[in-house]
């Protein structure tokens, strides 16, 4: 594919599916946000300009022109095998969702790694923008394991490609802060993460937090035993975020990009505070949630 109209494809289907949500959203809200959009937005999309702008610079060729060239020269097992095109870009979709879970888990059990991603974690609400809250340290290891699952696999640049749009959009939908029937959620659950199942993962508590890995296909959790159908606390009751960053101050682009080098005693999830201790410092700082 042309890179102008791939850089078009992949801006507009940004565009169309954050507006879809974003508007989604304010229509009908699966819970009442406690700091709201306006605290929240400027961090949340800075990031997302510091992390395209990381990849760009950094490792321009990124997973699909890795991709390119790996199929040029025959490199990764699906090149070896000259598997089907359609075949290999069904498994290199499979294999890169797979590794994406992977990814997730590794990166709440090594802390060094947690480090990095307990910023995405940290956010007070979750809603559309919390879906590319990454640290560009996260965002750049995450394309270095991408590229060198390519390499080692042959995965075509156009499963390459469909697979980072695809997972774009699933993140935008399933960090936002709509209200789905129920019935619904229950089918498309099947499917796809839908926001439902991946709030429990935002869980102050723990074991929550280390459930609902998937950002896209719902199955890895299931088959893996890492699913969970409902936080505990309910939808609308459970508390959002990590103990140690509940303050509004932390919502700032600077802080988001420190967040990571700070509180050496945070290096877990959830910090050793009871339930209480940790809601108690939630209504202190930005306010209690209250049910819509
Ligand atoms: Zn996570
Ligand atoms: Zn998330």
Known sequence: MDPTIEIAVRLAA????????????????????SVGRKPRWPGNLGIVIVDALAVRLLIP????????????????????LATPGWLAAIL???LLDLLIYAQHVVFHHVPVLWRL????HADLDIDVTTGGRFHPIEILLSMLIKIAAVLAFGIPAVAVVIFEVVLNATSMFNHS?????ERLDRVVRWLVVTPDMHRAHHSIERRETDSNFGFNLPWWDRLFGTY???????????????????????????????QPFRNDQAAEPVSARSR?????DVSD??????PS
């Open 14 to 33: 940004f565009a169309a599916v954050f507006a879809v949500m974003a508007a989604w959203e304010l229509l009908a809200p699966r819970r009442e946000l």
């Open 61 to 80: 060729t990124a997973a699909a022109g890795t991709a390119l060239i790996a199929a040029e020269r025959g490199w990764g097992l699906l090149n070896m």
């Open 92 to 94: 290199g979709f499979l």
């Open 117 to 120: 991603h307990r910023m995405h």
């Open 177 to 181: 802060n709509v209200a789905m029937p």
């Open 228 to 258: 969970r159908s409902a936080p505990e606390a309910g939808h609308v009751a459970m508390t959002l975020g990590i103990p140690i960053f509940h303050d509004r101050r932390e919502l700032r682009l600077d802080r988001l990009l420190t």
């Open 276 to 280: 209480a201790g940790a809601a108690a």
């Open 285 to 290: 700082s930005v306010g209690s949630v209250k």
